[in-house]
């Protein structure tokens, strides 16, 4: 079952009186968001089915590493009859300036994927700008710039385990499946890059979060390259990680605030991704019972438990734990085993998830989706949004008044008019522009918020909204009342039922992990491990094939990657 | 009077917009000020040009007179029921404010000419003749398709200024460590 692939306008497919669609309301609770787990949909795993599917080439051109992995790497790609490089340069840093935080100045890797050949003029430039990150100025011909660290914990370790001929032991590596860590991932017209939309139709990186997924993609082998090269300069007869081992290892990667302004900032994304996913468990729903894809799911069920279980750990406030998911795993295959016969299995099994805690609904979300097959075609045309601005200012008051009704009714339940809806703005930091959230009655923002405080927003709207004339044009009203001008835009923008994450990311019970783990597990992330309420350390691509893979092997059951030598 | 420094940079139009969204918050704009302000300036430097020098101009402006300014694009509408209107400013308006939503309304089939010849953001303009023309259809932007592939030239000197002032709306990282 699949998602009409005659339909390429979300919307009309939203639309669809005979699909059957979770309401927002229960989707877009913050605790909902913060229960999502990666799907097929997510970004790194249409990137590598992608790369598989359209067999891209690529290829390592130059490893000039000394014997302590420093120097630079070049991997030449050629996807779809376009050429791309992904350059790195490395460099060893004191353990103390290692930082999970997007404002340190120095990292072990710097790195940047461009477009087209690479001369020496081009190369120089590249050596000159990229290990200066936010300070650098680029141009078009760079698409994504990154930077990262090795793992204080586990590079050197692994470096001595190959040297010594020896494979990693599972125990010394407890539940950190990496070998750098990644801090930023930087793109669409950040330091004169090229833009998101400047990518022409049918490019093979034009799908959201595409180059830089293949960006994080090809950190990742920097890694596995950067560790064999080192132990071989130890030992010429140094061990390769072997088969187990040489997939298993993804790119660490440090999620801070930054992730809360950008949900708040693009509606029309945060709509498209759930409406896509939504929409595919609309389509697995309905779905008979058949041998097959019973059996398709009960190995998903079989994996995701392998996974956990040999992860192992403790509950990670607020989330369940790898030993919690394990168990949950295994309760929710004995429940499918009980409806296995019933007509609609997977509605039924859907159906007893959605009473259970909110993350054993998503984890039952996310497995039943493995059943879906719906076109990577259809769906990458389906993410794109429009850049296309609806705000039409000669509408009059009553249309907006008729907005608010119909779509945001949850306000009430915020309490918005309390002075805890005000606790926080969120604010800028002048190091690396990192988004923070400051205390208002400590630091007063003086012109200096960064308004996403959307529900605040709104509700201030509605106020001078109903002591306005209904005939009064919106033009005329924001004459008198210009500061509700970005509240006027997101009504008239109406970017879809799954636009705006229910809660108002300024009240003191905010609790930022929820929006930060939406988007990591949409990019396809895992292993959510928070660090405090306003970050989180994640592994992306464990368990993915290697570059060198493409073409031999299934592309797409990478995921959930059982760690070797079994359970610890 | 216009001018264009030799020495130039190529910006993405989004750094354009976030950078003169903050400049305008710390001449004191409110947020929704800020943003309607920037989404002109770049879309005027990207069909135009002279966008940020228009900005620069703009910005010297007291805080009253740029207030009233800044509401100059929002009197540009046709009622309901009407042909056509004149649209009058007491003092000439730079086309940078009115640029984007004059584009803006050509797509709710709505022409327009000013009363003089508009050569870039900094051209003054006096009145706006706004009529109904359901012959209008939407078109494609080519030059934001081009800046947003291969980045947008503007003035290095602009540029810099335009950063100066928008540094500003940063805050401090001591500050805030220590709050």
């Not at chain 1, 809806?421 to 205390?439: C, F, G, Q, T």
Request: proline content about 4%; charged content about 25%; hydrophobic content about 40%.
């Amino acid at each position: 079952m699949t998602i009409s692939e005659e339909i390429s306008e979300l919307s009309t497919l939203l639309n669809d009186p005979s699909t059957v669609l979770r309401p927002p309301e229960i989707v877009m609770k913050p605790t909902s968001l913060g229960a999502v787990r990666m799907t097929r949909f997510s970004f790194s795993r249409s990137l590598i089915r992608r790369a598989f599917m359209n067999q891209w080439e690529i290829k390592r051109l130059v490893v000039n590493f000394d014997e302590f992995g420093r120097g630079h790497i070049i991997y030449r790609i050629l996807a779809e009859e376009k050429l791309f490089h992904f350059v790195a340069f490395t460099s060893t840093i004191d353990e103390a300036l290692h930082t999970d935080r997007v404002i340190a100045d120095v990292w072990d890797v710097t790195a940047a994927l461009v477009e087209g050949e690479i001369d020496n003029e081009f190369m120089q430039f590249l050596s000159d700008e990229v290990p200066k990150q936010e300070l650098s100025r680029l141009d078009s011909r760079v698409l994504v710039l990154t930077r990262g660290n090795r793992s204080v914990r586990f590079y050197d370790y692994l470096v001595e385990r190959l040297a010594n001929g020896k494979q990693p032991e599972s125990k010394q590596l407890g539940d950190a499946g990496y070998i750098m860590r990644s801090t930023a991932f930087y793109g669409n017209g950040k330091f004169g890059m090229r833009s998101f939309l400047g990518f022409e139709d049918r490019h093979p990186l034009s799908a959201p979060y595409r180059a830089q997924f293949l960006a994080a993609w090809l950190f990742r082998e920097v890694g596995y390259e950067s560790v064999e090269h080192c132990a071989k300069a130890k030992n010429p007869d140094a061990a390769h990680l072997n088969d187990e081992w040489s997939c298993f290892f993804g790119l660490g990667n440090a999620t801070g605030l930054g992730l809360v302004p950008w949900a708040m900032k693009h509606p029309g994304e945060l709509n498209s991704w759930i409406a896509i996913r939504e929409l595919a468990l609309s389509n697995v729903r309905s779905l008979k019972g058949s041998t097959s894809n019973k059996q398709i799911l009960e190995e998903w069920f079989d994996k995701s438990y392998q996974y956990f279980s040999s992860l192992g750990g403790d509950d990670r406030w607020p989330w369940m734990g790898p030993d919690s998911l394990a168990k949950a795993t295994l309760l929710i295959h004995d429940i499918f085993r009980s409806l296995s016969e019933n007509d609609f299995p997977f509605n039924d099994l859907y159906l007893w998830a959605e009473k259970q805690d909110v993350e054993i609904t998503e984890l039952v979300v996310s497995l039943l989706l493995e059943l879906d097959n719906t076109d990577d075609e259809v769906i990458d045309s389906l993410l794109v949004v429009s850049n296309e601005k609806k705000d039409n200012l000669n509408v009059i008051v009553g249309a907006l008044k008729k907005i608010i009704k119909e779509k945001y009714s949850w306000l009430d339940e915020l309490d918005l008019d309390q002075s805890e809806a005000k606790h926080y703005w969120w604010v800028m930091s002048d190091n690396a522009e990192e988004p923070r959230r400051a205390e208002r009655s400590v630091i007063d923002p003086a012109h200096r918020e960064i308004p996403i405080d959307i529900s605040l927003r709104i509700n201030q709207l509605i106020g001078d909204l109903y002591a306005t004339d209904e005939k009064t044009s919106v033009s005329e009203f924001l004459h008198s009342f210009p500061e509700h001008g970005i509240a006027v835009k997101r009504l008239l923008n109406d970017s879809g039922p799954y636009s705006e994450p229910r809660e108002n990311v300024c009240d003191f019970k905010h609790l930022p992990l929820n929006l930060q783990r939406f988007q990591l597990a949409m990019y396809g992330m895992d292993n959510f491990a928070p660090q405090s309420t306003d970050w989180l350390r994640v592994t992306l691509f464990q368990g993915a094939p290697r570059v060198s893979e493409i073409g031999s092997k299934d592309s797409d059951k990478w995921i959930l990657p059982r760690q070797p030598e079994g359970l610890t | 009077m216009c001018s264009m420094n030799k020495a130039s940079v190529l910006v993405a139009p989004r750094e354009l917009k976030d950078q003169v969204e903050r400049a305008n918050r710390v001449l004191g704009c409110e947020a929704s000020v800020a943003d309607r302000l920037a989404e002109d300036v770049t879309f005027c430097e990207i069909n135009y040009g002279q966008g940020i020098f228009s900005w620069l101009e703009i910005a010297t402006l007291d805080s009253m007179t740029l207030n009233e300014v800044l509401r100059s694009s929002l009197r540009l509408r046709l009622p309901t029921g009407t042909e056509s209107v004149d649209v009058h400013f007491d003092s000439p308006v730079l086309f940078v404010l009115l640029a984007r939503t004059l584009h803006d309304q050509e797509n709710y089939g709505i022409a327009w000419s000013c009363d003089s010849e508009v050569t870039s953001g900094c051209s003054p303009v006096v009145s706006v003749y706004l009529r109904s023309d359901t012959s209008l259809s939407p078109s494609s932007n080519q030059k934001t398709v081009d800046a947003l592939s291969t980045g947008l030239k503007v003035s290095l000197h602009e540029w810099d200024q335009l950063n100066k002032i928008a540094s500003k709306f940063l805050m401090s990282e001591e500050v805030l460590d220590a709050s």
